[in-house]
């Protein structure tokens, strides 16, 4: 069964980092192609980056573009999100997500979430 | 970056009844569309991919259809589960892009 845990969110102060992870099991890790979403609250669904199997690919959306760097470990089944100069507008629940086999999206599989909150 | 546009933004119906949601890409996206369901602090569930295709575990209520720029998801017969946020999603490019999401609420 895939599963995949986030951690690392929390409250912190506009201007501020913090990194996230993701740590999956179930599947070979180092074979998909995985991808960080994230959902303000109340709101839709944000794509923000995704990382090829190898790291060979690398893509983000304008609004985080030069401010968070998407990262893995293979021997370590992890995914990261480094998140710097945090603004408000960062404010959401962060998924990582994995990428489907086959004719699926890049986001057949989904974590539970963990929350980041910037604010004073 | 490819907009999706859902339609309508809430939809009020009743158990049994059949519902349709519209998704609109602003570009042609051949047949790389999912649908997903989210409940209120969860994470969204996968329901159809490429267009039409339903995923495994999903009820055969759940239909989905169109290419190109206009798709459709459709439940047949409304069950007390079903209440809650659809969106669509294109990953016809590598920048995936969601609708805002459909409301789906008991009348």
């Known amino acids: 069964e895939v599963q995949l845990v986030e951690s690392g969110g929390g409250l912190v102060k506009p201007g501020g980092s913090l990194r996230l992870s993701c740590a999956a099991s179930?599947?070979?890790?180092?074979?998909?192609?995985m991808n960080w979403v994230r959902q303000a609250p109340g709101k839709g669904l944000e794509w923000v980056s995704s990382?090829?199997?190898?790291?060979?690919?690398?893509y983000y959306a304008d609004s985080v573009k030069g401010r968070f760097t998407i990262s893995r470990d293979n021997a370590k089944n992890s995914l990261y999100l480094q998140m710097n100069s945090l603004r408000a507008e960062d404010t959401a629940v962060y998924y990582c997500?994995?990428?489907?086999?086959?004719?699926?999206?890049?986001?057949?599989?989904w974590g539970q979430g963990t929350l980041v909150t910037v604010s004073s | 970056d490819i907009q999706m546009t859902q339609s309508p933004s809430t939809l009020s119906a009743s158990v049994g009844d059949r519902v349709t949601i519209t998704c609109r890409a602003s570009?042609?996206?051949?047949?790389?569309l999912a649908w997903y369901q989210q409940k209120p602090g969860k994470a969204p569930k996968l329901l159809i991919y490429k267009a039409s295709s339903l995923e495994s575990g999903v009820p055969s209520r759940f239909s989905g259809s169109g290419s190109g720029t206009e798709f459709t998801l459709t439940i047949s017969s409304l069950q007390p589960d079903d209440f809650a946020t659809y969106y669509c999603q294109q990953y016809n490019s590598y920048r995936i892009t969601f609708g805002q999401g459909t409301r789906l609420e008991i009348k």
């Open positions: 570009q042609s996206i051949s047949s790389w």
């Open positions: 990382i090829s199997s190898s790291s060979s690919y690398i």
């Open positions: 179930g599947f070979t890790f180092s074979s998909y192609s």
């Open positions: 997500a994995r990428e489907g086999s086959g004719s699926h999206p890049p986001t057949g599989d």
